[in-house]
T-cell receptor, first 112, second 114 residues
């Protein structure tokens, strides 16, 4: 299984971009990178996923390096409500279904 | 639209009692997952359903834990003879079948065993 490495914590000022890094140097060619976040006392929330190309949706942008060994989740204008634990997950290819293995994540604190 | 619904949201039980936790997935989602999150810990995979069958039960921690799914919809996670170490938040997620479909989680059931 491909492992991911994320910093345990980060800070960001409200209104600024939050750039959350993730290393996945052992990723294989058919494994996707997924990002989820978990706000206190809630279930994890899906943010975005990608394979090779950069992806953008209404929540965030995902930048994947050309060698696919690392990626960055970008929240373009962080708000206080973005304070959460952010999980970078490389999908385990197992039986054709989407078994996600969660690590410790990055605790993002957005401050005024 | 409606998301994944779990009930109860909180459950306090005495050690040795059995508990049942319920999950209503998003309509049309054929894949269903159970996870567990102990206090201050990450999410631990328990079991996966495709329709009513469970091809991956590898995360169930002991034979006191079982789960079933009926009608390809509602799932129940049962813990028999609960122990204090079973205290955790039990999370359910569902998705469309297909390798890249993202999982959508409920807000979990917080189980406390006294």
């Amino acid at each position: 299984d491909a492992k991911t490495t994320q910093p345990p914590s980060m800070d960001c000022a409200e209104g600024r971009a939050a750039n959350l890094p993730c290393n996945h140097s052992t990723i294989s060619g058919n494994e996707y990178v997924y990002w989820y976040r978990q706000i206190h006392s809630q279930g994890p929330q899906y943010i975005i996923h990608g394979l090779k190309n950069n992806e953008t949706n209404e929540m965030a942008s995902l930048i994947i390096t050309e060698d696919r060994k690392s990626s960055t989740l970008i929240l373009p204008h962080a708000t206080l409500r973005d304070t959460a634990v952010y999980y970078c997950i490389v999908r385990v290819v197992s039986g054709g279904y989407n078994k996600l293995i969660f690590g410790a994540g990055t605790r993002l604190a957005v401050h005024p | 639209g409606a998301g994944v619904s779990q009930s109860p949201s909180n459950k306090v039980t005495e050690k040795g009692k059995d508990v049942e936790l319920r999950c209503d997935p998003i309509s049309g989602h054929t894949a269903l997952y159970w996870y567990r999150q102990s206090l201050g810990q990450g999410l631990e995979f328990l079991i996966y359903f495709q329709g009513n069958s469970a091809p991956d039960k590898s995360g169930l921690p002991s034979d006191r834990f079982s789960a079933e799914r009926t009608g390809g919809s509602v799932s129940t996670l049962t813990i028999q003879r609960t122990q204090q170490e079973d205290s955790a938040v039990y999370l359910c997620a569902s998705s469309f079948q297909g390798g890249n479909s993202p999982l959508h989680f409920g807000n979990g059931t917080r189980l406390t065993v006294t």
